[in-house]
T-cell receptor, first 115, second 118 residues
Framework: AQTVTQSQPEMSVQEAETVTLSCTYD???????LFWYKQPPSRQMILVIR??????QNATENRFSVNFQKAAKSFSLKISDSQLGDAAMYFC????????????FGKGTKLSVIP | GAVVSQHPSWVICKSGTSVKIECRSL??????MFWYRQFPKQSLMLMAT?????????EQGVEKDKFLINHASLTLSTLTVTSAHPEDSSFYIC??????????????FGPGTRLTVL
């Protein structure tokens, strides 16, 4: 079974600064996808970014980018120019390409943004 | 992006009663929907996978007779908590899979339902 580990329960960042959230995963599969979801205080889960394992190029979405290290099974999220609205729980998630369609979530990292 | 709604957003009920939560995909057809439970300050725990027109697949430890799931159409899945008790109080979230190739497969989440059982 796949596991996803987020080793940082809480992180904080100054507004306008950059922060990196860590995620590692364990799998024996070669075809999979990785996601970062954001859950603000409203508790609505929002997709931040996705990465296909077969792609070497790191995904980027505006101020959000990932550092995908396949051999190390590491998938970190970098948030640049942090904004107050970035304060939320961030969940790393693994998605198998084998057809189960299920997401496996990490325990989450609570990000605080300091004005 | 795809929109998923949940109704109600918040419900309080008495112990022993049943509560139904609806999950709808508003602008796409979802062959597969998922139901999660989230305790305060914890991650999402998958309860069951719901496929349109077939029985739901429950995760280990989830009582299928207590948490009844029906996926009668491509845009609607319902979760019924039967004979609810205070320990069933939680935040319930559904998600819907946007069908397609695995390379574009993505789940979109509803806003969640907070259930409080008195």
């Amino acid at each position: 079974a796949q596991t996803v580990t987020q080793s940082q329960p809480e992180m904080s960042v100054q507004e306008a600064e950059t922060v990196t959230l860590s995620c590692t995963y364990d799998t024996s599969e070669s075809d999979y996808y990785l996601f970062w979801y954001k859950q603000p205080p409203s508790r609505q889960m929002i997709l931040v970014i996705r990465q296909e394992a077969y792609k070497q190029q790191n995904a980027t979405e505006n101020r959000f980018s990932v550092n995908f290290q396949k051999a190390a099974k590491s998938f970190s999220l970098k948030i640049s120019d942090s904004q107050l609205g970035d304060a939320a729980m961030y969940f790393c998630a693994y998605y198998s390409g084998a057809g189960s369609y299920q997401l496996t979530f990490g325990k989450g990292t609570k990000l605080s943004v300091i004005p | 992006g795809a929109v998923v709604s949940q109704h109600p957003s918040w419900v309080i009920c008495k112990s022993g009663t049943s509560v139904k939560i609806e999950c709808r995909s508003l602008d796409f057809q979802a062959t597969t929907m998922f139901w999660y439970r989230q305790f305060p300050k914890q991650s999402l725990m998958l309860m069951a996978t719901s496929n349109e027109g077939s029985k739901a697949t429950y995760e280990q430890g989830v009582e299928k007779d207590k948490f009844l799931i029906n996926h009668a159409s491509l845009t609607l899945s319902t979760l019924t908590v039967t004979s609810a008790h205070p320990e069933d109080s939680s935040f319930y979230i559904c998600s819907a899979r946007v069908p397609g190739l695995a390379s574009t497969d993505t789940q979109y989440f509803g806003p969640g339902t907070r259930l409080t059982v008195l």
